[in-house]
């Protein structure tokens, strides 16, 4: 492959685009009330099942619409875009749930010491991976781009409803924690309707809510990171939150090495210390937000951190060989080969 020429390889979005096939045991004692939908970036499939599934299916569908019109970076009528492009400029007024997303994002910035950071957008950007012109950056132009990622430069009002992000040039992008919290606020509404079992599924962010129809587990592949097929199962058992990274999503390849779109913010480059992981936790925005930090900082790091956060952790390193924090090993099966 000559320098010049770069080979895109975006993975189709599908309705399980990092965690596929979701397995129940027996038939479903009940037709759900089902939508997909296309919404923040990705095909969310929704099943919901019990006397109130309609109203629920609806008040589900409005809050995806509802949260990916305020943190939709593209959109002039978005909190984020306003922001954004208000950086440097003057604080903007924004909504209160713009303000609890953005709180929960620092939360997790400071856990991680900056593995995940909210301010990640001028990175992405000269990567390509905002307009899908993909390219590798000059060290001048990664190391100009360094400067203006900082969580410590979001400025929060919450009496007035402000935020203010302090130098020109600043972005702010919730790609990595967005769905999480969206299922969060979904699981909420769901606890407000009387519904016996739901599965949301947003692109790799899963929602499993109660037990499935038939009153078995939820059995949920991972996805084989180099391939077609899953490569093994997560069984869980109730309400749980689901969310995968992986460098398979969203990549460009050129002269022979991959460049995935989840970015280190200390390197201003692609991560590349494992190929995909998966955190099972029990608030959707953790895991999300939580599921980037570890792709960012690596195996070790997330076995190390998973006790702490109170999450499980399963995932592939550089070399395809899985591992799994030692608390949810019992739940996990790895096959040799793919299926």
Known sequence: MSSKKIVNIIAYIFVAVILIFVFTKGKPVEKPASSEIYSMNTICDLEIYGKDKEAALQK???????????????????????????????????????IDILEKAIQIAKQTNGAFDPT?????????????NYRVPTEEKIKAALKLISYQDIVINKEDNTVFLKHKGEGIDLGGIAKGYTL?????????FNIKSALINMGGN??????????????IGIKNPR???????????????ISTSGDYERYFIKNGVRYCHIINPKTGKPARKII????????????DAL?????????EFALQNATRFNVGVVGFDDKMTPFISNNIKELITIYNEAR
Do not use: C, H, M
């Not at 969060?184 to 407000?192: C, H, P, Q, V």
């Open 60 to 98: 589900s569908v409005s809050i995806i619409n509802t949260i990916n019109s305020i943190v939709d970076d593209f959109s002039p009528q978005s909190d984020v875009y306003k922001i954004n492009e208000n950086a440097g400029i003057r604080p903007v007024k924004v909504s209160k749930t713009t």
């Open 120 to 132: 990640i957008r001028p990175l992405l950007v000269i990567w390509g991976f905002k307009n899908k």
């Open 184 to 192: 969060d606020k979904i699981k909420e509404a769901l606890d407000n």
């Open 206 to 219: 899963v929602l499993t809510y109660k037990n499935p129809p038939n009153g078995s587990v939820w059995r």
């Open 227 to 241: 391939g077609s097929g899953i490569r093994g199962i997560i069984t869980v058992k109730g309400t749980k939150f």
């Open 276 to 287: 995909s992981i998966t955190v099972v936790s029990d608030k959707g925005y953790l895991g």
């Open 291 to 299: 599921s980037t930090a570890f792709f960012v900082k690596g195996k």
